[in-house]
């Protein structure tokens, strides 16, 4: 008995004395010491050489003359669109963001097509940047785990994206404000806050698929090309093929088909689009950014019987994206567990 | 206590069916210059990954001070130093700020790192370009900010990959002489890997000769000649001419042998361009020279043939193939 209660408070003393060792360490926050976790080191390398990099500043530029464009058409569209409004449809802040006069489109649909680009762009060259210039074994033989240096670089490209996609949006709502006089409710202001947040999500996408092809390919050139190559096809040849696939299985005539058949027809559509991470963007924005929008499939002649035309609540609205936005998640999360598997096996040479 | 600081027990490592790394069996103690030498190619740079944990060995296992390095690889690289071959360094950023980012990722305080950068680039001949971006840098300038960059975390043990390569004479000498200077004063144990020979001759207290993933020999340059050659004869090269009296013109062979008979264990004795080669089973070049002086004639030149590193190199080259 005494044997057993001596070895407990050995292990006890044992406990006290890694605790004790583990102070000193830096915690993941950083210390009063000015001690910060190498995790955040490295976020912080990452975020200032995004910030100093030209390519972001092209980037920035390209996106800020897109959203000021935007601005522009919704701004000389407002007037029509206030007009032939209806009393139901009150969301005149959130057309901000969606309407346009046809010269342009708005600035939704820009964001759709830019995010993609500015993900590839912020990680075609995560890693095999750092190996070219031999710095991610020097990096490495450092008291460090392998990890840190992926999620970094991951972490470090989204708060960048962040910060830029909050600051856009918030400048548009200002702008917005000025102009138009009208300031937005709290359900507008919470949609555009989904909305910049799916937005980070999207773009979180295409930023792990290209930090995958970084790690993939030892060309920045080639992973860079790998990546638009994959956002070519997704955005134009994936829905030809879907509505080569659609065609060929329609009735050649339309008229004597059955309406399961249609539907099916429909559903099938659907289903294939769905697998496209963009297409999955622009349904969840039209969503969010359009509360009268009440599905995203067909609707019967008797689902809609009794419905009272009106916008949905932003819960309703968000509970209809709810399976794009999981779907858009998990694709991100795919594409992260991707190129964390192949980081960690990768056989770290000096060049 | 035993004072080994890297053990390395039949480390192998295979790539498909290439074995990098074969059976390795390596000790190397506190305070030692070990010069790890071979052809490009043999394996050293494998061999370096797995101590620091970076690599997986096949089979065999890597102790650094004691520790696992492929179970704890993060305190092993608390403890080692490491200038891969060609270091790299962020050509945006100035060679401070490149060592400040080191320091920070061993959770060294801003303040001391500061002090800490500034004295280092002071001691390796930088603090003139503390503030100039490494993309300007040249070859010489970032290998020794490679150095500063290794020293900055305070290692134990410091492992240089090719650390020479692509610098001029001038530049090697110093760099040895810098990491030498480090080692006796911090007594820091350094691996040095290399391919050049002579480099390893100058600095390494150990040579161990790594050829094919394979270890053919290790120990100082005398053990190792002792190893390679003890089956070998001696040979002492000397050059005699007759005095000037005398009218003959040149020392025959056979008044040669006729001189040096009462010493015993001469082999054999050639001549090639006027210089006499004489082999033996034991060290007589002492001898040789006594009795040489002692006949009369003049003896203008005695050379005992000693094996450096380089043929020993060679000879473990061809003996590797």
Same mark, same amino acid.
């Given at each position: 008995?005494?044997?057993?209660?001596?070895?407990?408070?050995?292990?006890?003393?044992?406990?006290?004395?890694?605790?004790?060792?583990?102070?000193?360490?830096?915690?993941?926050?950083?210390?009063?010491?000015?001690?910060?976790?190498?995790?955040?080191?490295?976020?912080?390398?990452?975020?200032?050489?995004?910030?100093?990099?030209?390519?972001?500043?092209?980037?920035?530029?390209?996106?800020?003359?897109?959203?000021?464009?935007?601005?522009?058409?919704?701004?000389?569209?407002?007037?029509?669109?206030?007009?032939?409004?209806?009393?139901?449809?009150?969301?005149?802040?959130?057309?901000?963001?969606?309407?346009?006069?046809?010269?342009?489109?708005?600035?939704?649909?820009?964001?759709?097509?830019?995010?993609?680009?500015?993900?590839?762009?912020?990680?075609?060259?995560?890693?095999?940047?750092?190996?070219?210039?031999?710095?991610?074994?020097?990096?490495?033989?450092?008291?460090?785990?392998?990890?840190?240096?992926?999620?970094?670089?991951?972490?470090?490209?989204?708060?960048?994206?962040?910060?830029?996609?909050?600051?856009?949006?918030?400048?548009?709502?200002?702008?917005?404000?000025?102009?138009?006089?009208?300031?937005?409710?709290?359900?507008?202001?919470?949609?555009?806050?989904?909305?910049?947040?799916?937005?980070?999500?999207?773009?979180?996408?295409?930023?792990?698929?290209?930090?995958?092809?970084?790690?993939?390919?030892?060309?920045?050139?080639?992973?860079?090309?790998?990546?638009?190559?994959?956002?070519?096809?997704?955005?134009?040849?994936?829905?030809?093929?879907?509505?080569?696939?659609?065609?060929?299985?329609?009735?050649?005539?339309?008229?004597?088909?059955?309406?399961?058949?249609?539907?099916?027809?429909?559903?099938?559509?659907?289903?294939?689009?769905?697998?496209?991470?963009?297409?999955?963007?622009?349904?969840?924005?039209?969503?969010?950014?359009?509360?009268?929008?009440?599905?995203?499939?067909?609707?019967?002649?008797?689902?809609?019987?009794?419905?009272?035309?009106?916008?949905?609540?932003?819960?309703?609205?968000?509970?209809?994206?709810?399976?794009?936005?999981?779907?858009?998640?998990?694709?991100?999360?795919?594409?992260?567990?991707?190129?964390?598997?192949?980081?960690?096996?990768?056989?770290?040479?000096?060049? | 206590?035993?004072?080994?600081?890297?053990?390395?027990?039949?480390?192998?490592?295979?790539?498909?069916?290439?074995?990098?790394?074969?059976?390795?069996?390596?000790?190397?103690?506190?305070?030692?210059?070990?010069?790890?030498?071979?052809?490009?190619? =043999?394996?050293?740079?494998?061999?370096?990954?797995? *101590?620091?944990? $970076?690599? /997986? &060995? @096949? %089979? #065999?296992?890597?102790?650094?001070?004691?520790?696992?390095?492929?179970?704890?690889?993060?305190?092993?690289?608390?403890?080692?130093?490491?200038?891969?071959?060609?270091?790299?360094?962020?050509?945006?950023?100035?060679?401070?700020?490149?060592?400040?980012?080191?320091?920070?990722?061993?959770?060294?305080?801003?303040?001391?790192?500061?002090?800490?950068?500034?004295?280092?680039?002071?001691?390796?001949?930088?603090?003139?370009?503390?503030?100039?971006?490494?993309?300007?840098?040249?070859?010489?300038?970032?290998?020794?900010?490679?150095? =500063?960059?290794?020293?900055?975390?305070?290692?134990? *043990?410091?492992? $240089?990959? /090719? &650390? @020479? %390569? #692509?610098?001029?004479?001038?530049?090697?000498?110093?760099?040895?002489?810098?990491?030498?200077?480090?080692?006796?004063?911090?007594?820091?144990?350094?691996?040095?890997?290399?391919?050049?020979?002579?480099?390893?001759?100058?600095?390494?207290?150990?040579?161990?000769?790594?050829?094919?993933?394979?270890?053919?020999?290790?120990?100082?340059?005398?053990?190792?000649?002792?190893?390679?050659?003890?089956?070998?004869?001696?040979?002492?090269?000397?050059?005699?001419?007759?005095?000037?009296?005398?009218?003959?013109?040149?020392?025959?062979? =056979?008044?040669?042998?006729?001189?040096?008979?009462? *010493?015993?264990?001469?082999?054999?004795?050639?001549?090639?361009?006027?210089?006499?080669?004489?082999?033996?089973?034991?060290?007589?070049?002492?001898?040789?020279?006594?009795?040489?002086?002692?006949?009369?004639?003049?003896?203008?030149?005695?050379?005992?043939?000693?094996?450096?590193?380089?043929?020993?190199?060679?000879?473990?080259?061809?003996?590797?193939?």
């Amino acid at each position: 008995m005494t044997i057993f209660i001596t070895n407990i408070l050995k292990e006890v003393n044992k406990m006290k004395r890694i605790a004790h060792t583990n102070s000193t360490l830096p915690r993941w926050f950083g210390n009063p010491y000015g001690v910060r976790h190498p995790f955040w080191v490295i976020v912080q390398k990452e975020i200032s050489d995004h910030l100093r990099s030209w390519r972001f500043i092209i980037m920035l530029t390209l996106i800020i003359l897109t959203g000021i464009g935007s601005i522009y058409t919704a701004l000389t569209g407002m007037g029509n669109a206030i007009k032939s409004a209806n009393g139901a449809d009150t969301f005149f802040f959130l057309k901000l963001f969606t309407i346009s006069d046809g010269t342009m489109p708005s600035f939704f649909v820009f964001m759709g097509f830019l995010g993609p680009l500015l993900g590839i762009s912020l990680g075609f060259d995560a890693i095999n940047s750092e190996q070219n210039r031999g710095t991610l074994s020097r990096m490495l033989a450092q008291p460090i785990h392998r990890d840190y240096v992926i999620n970094a670089k991951f972490t470090g490209a989204i708060l960048v994206i962040s910060a830029m996609f909050f600051a856009l949006a918030f400048l548009v709502m200002g702008i917005g404000l000025i102009t138009l006089g009208i300031p937005p409710n709290a359900e507008e202001f919470w949609r555009i806050i989904f909305f910049i947040i799916l937005n980070i999500f999207y773009v979180a996408f295409w930023l792990n698929l290209s930090i995958f092809f970084s790690i993939r390919f030892r060309q920045p050139a080639t992973a860079a090309l790998a990546g638009i190559a994959i956002w070519l096809f997704l955005t134009i040849f994936y829905p030809l093929i879907v509505n080569l696939i659609i065609r060929g299985l329609s009735p050649s005539n339309i008229e004597f088909a059955s309406q399961q058949r249609l539907i099916a027809l429909n559903q099938l559509h659907t289903v294939l689009m769905r697998l496209l991470p963009n297409q999955l963007f622009s349904d969840a924005t039209t969503t969010l950014l359009m509360p009268n929008i009440r599905s995203l499939g067909p609707l019967t002649q008797e689902q809609l019987y009794g419905a009272i035309p009106g916008p949905l609540p932003l819960s309703q609205s968000l509970l209809l994206v709810w399976t794009q936005l999981t779907g858009l998640v998990a694709a991100t999360i795919t594409c992260f567990v991707l190129s964390y598997v192949s980081f960690m096996k990768k056989e770290i040479r000096s060049r | 206590m035993d004072n080994t600081v890297i053990e390395l027990v039949n480390l192998t490592k295979k790539y498909g069916s290439f074995t990098a790394v074969d059976g390795l069996n390596l000790k190397i103690s506190k305070g030692e210059i070990f010069g790890l030498l071979g052809p490009n190619g =043999a394996g050293k740079s494998t061999t370096i990954l797995t *101590i620091l944990g $970076l690599t /997986e &060995p @096949t %089979s #065999g296992s890597v102790q650094v001070c004691g520790i696992n390095s492929t179970s704890y690889p993060v305190e092993v690289k608390r403890k080692i130093g490491y200038l891969p071959e060609d270091v790299g360094f962020y050509d945006n950023r100035t060679g401070l700020e490149n060592l400040m980012f080191t320091a920070h990722l061993n959770g060294i305080p801003d303040i001391e790192a500061t002090v800490l950068a500034e004295q280092l680039l002071e001691k390796v001949g930088l603090s003139d370009s503390l503030k100039k971006k490494t993309g300007n840098y040249s070859r010489g300038m970032r290998q020794r900010l490679g150095l =500063a960059d290794v020293l900055i975390k305070n290692p134990e *043990i410091i492992v $240089l990959d /090719e &650390p @020479t %390569s #692509g610098i001029d004479p001038n530049g090697v000498r110093e760099f040895l002489d810098l990491i030498v200077g480090l080692s006796r004063e911090k007594g820091l144990t350094v691996l040095f890997s290399s391919h050049n020979l002579h480099q390893v001759q100058q600095v390494c207290d150990r040579v161990g000769i790594f050829i094919n993933g394979k270890l053919l020999g290790v120990g100082n340059i005398q053990s190792l000649s002792q190893q390679l050659f003890n089956n070998q004869l001696f040979v002492v090269e000397v050059s005699v001419s007759q005095p000037p009296k005398i009218n003959v013109a040149k020392v025959s062979v =056979a008044q040669l042998q006729k001189i040096l008979l009462p *010493i015993h264990g001469i082999r054999k004795i050639s001549i090639e361009n006027d210089v006499f080669r004489i082999e033996s089973d034991t060290d007589i070049s002492a001898e040789i020279a006594k009795i040489l002086i002692n006949s009369g004639l003049i003896l203008s030149y005695l050379h005992k043939k000693e094996y450096g590193l380089d043929d020993i190199y060679y000879q473990y080259f061809e003996g590797g193939k």
